[in-house]
């Protein structure tokens, strides 16, 4: 296991279409998170899991976004009815509980949204 | 609440000529304070942190950060620049309202001519 994996790489999308994002994080990380990068920002905060249960979410995520970690490995990031708007790189980061407050996070390489 | 600005959008220098890389902070209490950077189609990699020991932070790479307090700032720096150093690169402010997530700022691309 040598980092976190994002699938799929790309995804081109119609409006209206649901999507769904899949990320593997390390395996000894319990905390995983998941951000959106769009153009010439920085990426920002989604939401993060404990295990499976989720504990935080942003007001970015707004009700057609959904995401789960049913065994506490990997995560999924559901996007509903998409708009040109979701139009992002989505990344996923895990890190360990241990490490808070020293922060280790690794991110993967993303998932590269175009809505159309 | 915590915020981060990065001063430039862009920077660009010559092979072997120093960088700096600007970021001023915004913070009711000490932060911690972290640079990554991005290379295109890679992951975000973390280059280095503060976390309140040794205002001089060094990084991977030959990168160095001083965190000032009076100054509110963190400027990412380099003695000499590398092709490979051309990237982005992102300060961040660990958002203390929330479980350690990351505030990033809006990046600063660094071009580095041959």
């Known amino acids: 296991d040598t980092g976190v994996s994002q699938d799929p790489r790309h995804k081109i999308t119609k409006r209206g279409q649901n999507v769904t994002f899949r990320c593997d994080p390390i395996?000894?990380?319990?905390?995983l998170y998941w951000y959106r990068q769009t153009l010439g920002q920085g990426p920002e905060f989604l939401t993060y899991?404990?295990?499976?249960?989720?504990?935080?979410k942003s007001r970015l995520l707004s009700d057609r976004f959904s995401a789960e970690r049913p065994k506490g490995s990997f995560s999924t990031l559901e996007i509903q009815r998409t708009e040109q708007g979701d139009s992002a790189m989505y990344l996923c980061?895990?890190?360990?509980?241990?490490?808070?407050?020293?922060?280790?996070?690794?991110f993967g390489s993303g998932t590269r949204l175009t809505v159309v | 609440a915590q915020s981060v600005t990065q001063l430039d959008s862009h920077v660009s220098v010559s092979e072997g000529t120093p960088v700096l890389l600007r970021c001023n902070y915004s913070?009711?209490?000490?932060?911690?304070l972290f640079w990554y950077v991005q290379h295109p189609n890679k992951g975000l990699q973390l280059l280095l942190k503060?976390?309140?020991?040794?205002?001089l932070v060094k990084g991977i790479n030959g990168f160095e950060a001083e965190f000032k307090k009076s100054e509110t700032s963190f400027h990412l720096t380099k003695p000499s620049a590398h092709m490979s150093d051309a990237a982005e690169y992102f300060c961040?402010?660990?958002?203390?309202?929330?479980?350690?997530?990351?505030?990033f700022g809006k990046g600063t691309k660094l071009s580095v001519k041959p």
């Open positions: 913070s009711s209490y000490s932060p911690s």
């Open positions: 503060y976390t309140s020991a040794a205002t």
């Open positions: 395996s000894e990380h319990n905390r």
């Open positions: 961040v402010v660990s958002d203390s309202g929330s479980q350690g997530n990351l505030i």
């Open positions: 899991f404990q295990n499976e249960a989720q504990l935080e």
């Open positions: 980061a895990s890190s360990s509980a241990r490490q808070r407050g020293d922060h280790g996070y690794t």
